[in-house]
């Protein structure tokens, strides 16, 4: 079985990074995308075990990231979880609580996001 | 058949002026009350017989006591003069009327003038309130938007401390300022969390106090029909 292969989507380049680094930590691929767009070109391309993104972007945010995969890519919408400092958020708060897609508050630890993203790996 | 057309006797008039529930008076090119009728009285403090004889300029409040004159002038220049007026009530109350006041001539020649005005204190008091929402509103949207942005380098700082950690590369001396950086890095993001959720219920408190509106879709019958 290949090894599983993790996108992370975030428009801040440190933040961005960060989390690739922390990732690849515990799995060798990990890819980025610097928005929502980004993401669904590599989409495109490979299958992802784990889609980690922010939820406010330019171009197009974790929330159209989110419609754009569940139309797109349906096997892939339980795979995602969201990272954002946003959390308290009510522009995206009915969204948030419609989707039921995990959310990892900013900051964040170092095992708070890697169970995350194993969680994402087998959704509930 | 002629219609028999009842005319409306006098005691009719008086009755809708007295017990109306308008704020009606008359006054003279002077601007003294002639008369006051029961609602405006009331609405002030006082009885319509405190109030005749006394100068309408009296009852406006003191900031704005010296237009009066002003007042005076356009209604003898023009045959009506409207917009608002700032009164003080009896218990010193300041309210907001919107008056329309016309010049008229008794059957003798004697010119006065006939005031008509509503209350509107609690519609602009209710207009106040919902700038201050709005006001609180944007204020809140901006403290969110500060969170965000102070969560995001806080990510790095955070995340890249326990990195070094993990990875060995802090020896044992320098872990403990590590880990003091990286708990007072986790007190601002408590403060930050803490600032946005009182904002928020600050926002949602403010929204629950906004008067009610009439809401003609809830007024209408069950059974009719919605346009």
């Known amino acids: 079985m290949s090894e599983p292969r993790i996108l992370v989507v975030e428009d801040e380049t440190n933040v961005r990074e960060l989390e690739a680094e922390i990732l690849r930590e515990e799995w060798e691929h990990v890819d980025t995308a610097v928005d929502g767009t980004d993401a669904l070109r590599l989409l495109a391309e490979n299958v992802y075990a784990a889609i980690v993104s922010d939820l406010a972007m330019p171009k197009l945010d974790g929330r159209g990231l989110y419609h754009e995969v569940e139309r797109r890519y349906p096997a892939a919408h339980g795979r995602l979880v969201f990272v954002t400092g946003y959390a308290e958020a009510e522009e995206y708060d009915e969204f948030l609580r419609m989707s039921g897609v995990p959310v990892l508050a900013k900051p964040f630890t170092i095992a708070a996001l890697v169970g995350a993203v194993q969680r994402a790996f087998s959704p509930a | 058949m002629v219609p028999h057309v009842v005319e409306p006797s ?62 005076l002038d356009r209604i003898r220049r023009a045959s009506s003069d409207e917009g608002l007026m700032l009164v003080v009530t ?15 001539r008794e059957a003798g020649g004697v010119e006065y003038v006939l005031g008509h005005a509503h209350d509107i204190t609690d519609i602009k008091r209710a207009d106040a309130r919902g700038g201050d929402v709005e ?20 990510t790095v700082i955070v995340a890249s401390l326990q990195l070094m950690i993990a990875r060995g590369q802090v020896t044992d001396e320098a872990a403990r300022y590590v880990q003091r950086a990286i708990k007072s890095a986790e007190q601002i993001r408590d403060v930050v969390r803490d600032m946005s959720r009182i904002t928020r219920l600050e926002l949602s408190r403010r929204a629950a106090q906004r008067p009610p509106v009439l809401d003609l879709t809830r007024s209408s019958p069950p059974d009719s029909p919605r346009q």
């Open chain 2, 90 to 104: 009896r218990a010193g109350e300041e309210r907001t009327w919107a008056y329309s006041n016309v010049r008229a």
């Open chain 2, 135 to 154: 006001a609180l509103r944007s204020v809140g949207q901006l403290a969110l938007t500060t969170a965000h942005e102070i969560n995001n380098p806080l």
């Open chain 2, 10 to 71: 006098p005691q009719r008039y008086r009755e809708l002026v007295e017990e109306g529930r308008g704020l009606i008076c008359t006054h003279d090119l002077a601007g003294v009350l002639l008369s006051v009728n029961r609602a405006a009285a009331d609405r002030l403090g006082y009885t319509p017989e405190d109030l005749v004889g006394r100068s309408l300029g009296d009852l406006l409040a003191p900031g704005v006591r010296p237009l009066f004159p002003q007042y």
